[in-house]
């Protein structure tokens, strides 16, 4: 069922992106009335490669798991890692450039420059697209486990659409002669058609050498080795058992990307605190910047606790059959889940910058997270939880998902204004910040009897939670 819905969800996914380059050339008249369309894509195509750079880095798996599983076979292992290679092309990224970009080939460069002109060009941009694909195949093998990997791709993508957004330097004139040239030559697309070959021969060169089972855990055995936070120790076996699920979360792929995405999301007020027009007629916090706040310091445990339970599907026997095991693992979550928010909270405070406000409002949404809303979501979680499996992607990946997930969204945008604009609208919104924070405080001062419900839910349940992790794994 989840396969049909993901199959679905691409194909409406893909028609939106068609039906965007259909309209492309409109879009690009009104926002940039009088120029050239054909100058005016040139110069931004550049800023669609940064963003296809980006997306990739999240989205696009690697043939690794497959490749373990088929190294025992008496087969050839060029013969494998080519097929394997060949199976990680055919997808949906693989036709969002042609999808966006030839209808504006043949609507408004075919008839300037013809069909020739627009095979040509379109061409140069599918040939440099899936340069990308081979390029990001290898660079996320060689590099995702460690920070260096994700430094890089937030540092191409800052410097690529920074330096144009602060006035630099515009990374579009620069590669803007490349795909003009293309309008008239063959040249560009012969280039990038050489490039396309180069980066599949190093993609394929670096997996044949690494091709082993060794080679394909040795970095991971030694890079997580000893990778306990010291604090938890403190608090006995729920600290430990934190520890151990801290350890979960940076070895395994989902958890580990699901990570980075929420440090990414940290970046979120930069869309909304920069703008006036999210302000209120006075100037003062507008409604907006409540969820934004709640967002910011509460996306971890927002991504990671709504699966609660799932997390642990291959090994929650273990704890089931162990005295206080359920308990320990419960409050366990519990620390990592706080201690997690503490920093994405403390992370949050330079946005000070654009005002004081913005910080009582990531204090006020910091304590509503970690006080009350902590305990809905995972409430939320423990309905029907499913199993997941923790070396797959977190992108386009349903594993563990049921209609609880779906739900949730209502009290976490909900749950925040149903506190802060009662009072707001008595009074004032520092009334309403201080009554949402405030009740974040009861939250976690009654934190003992909140977390013993769902505790007590997990107890009496606990039996058909393990039969369903053991028949649908």
Not at 211 to 235: K, M, P, W
Not at 322 to 345: P, Q, T
Request: glycine share 8%.
């Amino acid at each position: 069922m989840a396969n049909i819905f993901l199959g679905f969800l691409i194909l409406v996914l893909l028609s939106y992106v068609f039906g965007a380059g259909i309209f492309l050339p409109r879009i690009i008249e009104l926002l940039a009335e009088g120029q050239d369309p054909i100058v005016v894509l040139n110069s931004y195509l550049i800023f669609f490669f940064l963003a296809e750079f980006m997306y990739r880095y999240f989205l696009q798996t690697l043939p690794v798991i497959e490749l373990e599983s088929l190294l025992h076979l008496p087969i050839g292992k060029g013969r494998i890692i080519s097929m394997l290679l060949i199976r990680s092309f055919i997808s949906a990224m693989t036709l969002i450039p042609i999808l966006l970009f030839l209808p504006s080939a043949f609507q408004i460069i075919a008839p300037e420059y013809g069909t020739t002109g627009a095979i040509f060009w379109i061409g140069s941009i599918a040939f440099t697209s899936w340069t990308l694909h081979w390029f990001m195949l290898w660079f996320k093998q060689r590099f995702e486990d460690g920070l260096i990997g994700l430094i890089v791709v937030f540092a191409v993508f800052g410097l690529g659409a920074g330096s144009s957004y602060m006035g630099w330097f515009n990374l579009g004139e620069l590669t803007k002669p490349i795909f003009d040239l293309a309008l008239t030559s063959p040249l560009p697309m012969a280039l990038m058609a050489v490039l396309l070959v180069g980066t599949y021969l190093l993609c394929r060169k670096f997996y044949l050498d690494n091709a082993y089972l060794e080679d394909l855990t040795e970095a991971d055995e030694i890079r997580f080795v000893g990778q306990s936070i010291g604090f938890f120790s403190r608090f006995g076996l729920a600290g430990e058992l934190a520890n151990l699920e801290w350890k979960l979360i940076v070895r395994h792929k989902k958890s580990r990307t699901i990570l980075m995405l929420s440090s990414f999301f940290l970046f979120y007020g930069l869309l909304f605190y920069t703008q006036p027009e999210y302000q209120s007629e006075d100037g003062g916090l507008g409604a907006i910047f409540i969820f934004v706040g709640a967002f910011i310091t509460g996306i971890f445990m927002i991504q990671y606790g709504q699966q609660f339970l799932s997390w642990n599907s291959g090994n929650f026997d273990f704890f089931l059959n162990r005295k206080n095991g359920v308990e320990a693992l419960v409050k366990g979550k519990y620390l990592l889940l706080m201690s997690i928010s503490v920093i994405y909270f403390l992370a949050s405070i330079p946005y000070v910058y654009f005002g004081l406000d913005i910080l009582l409002v990531h204090i006020a949404t910091f304590l509503f997270n970690v006080g009350i809303l902590i305990h809905v979501i995972i409430y939320l979680a423990l309905w029907k939880p499913k199993p997941m499996d923790l070396n797959k992607g977190a992108m386009f990946n349903y594993e563990g998902v049921g209609p609880a997930q779906f739900l949730m969204i209502i009290p976490m945008m909900a749950g925040p204004y149903l506190v802060y604009l009662p009072f707001y609208f008595l009074f004032n919104e520092y009334i309403g910040l201080l009554a949402l924070g405030v009740t974040g405080i009861i939250g976690i001062l009654a934190f003992k009897p909140l977390s013993q419900i769902n505790l007590n839910r997990i107890n009496s349940n606990r039996y058909e939670i393990s039969s369903s992790f053991r028949q649908e794994s």
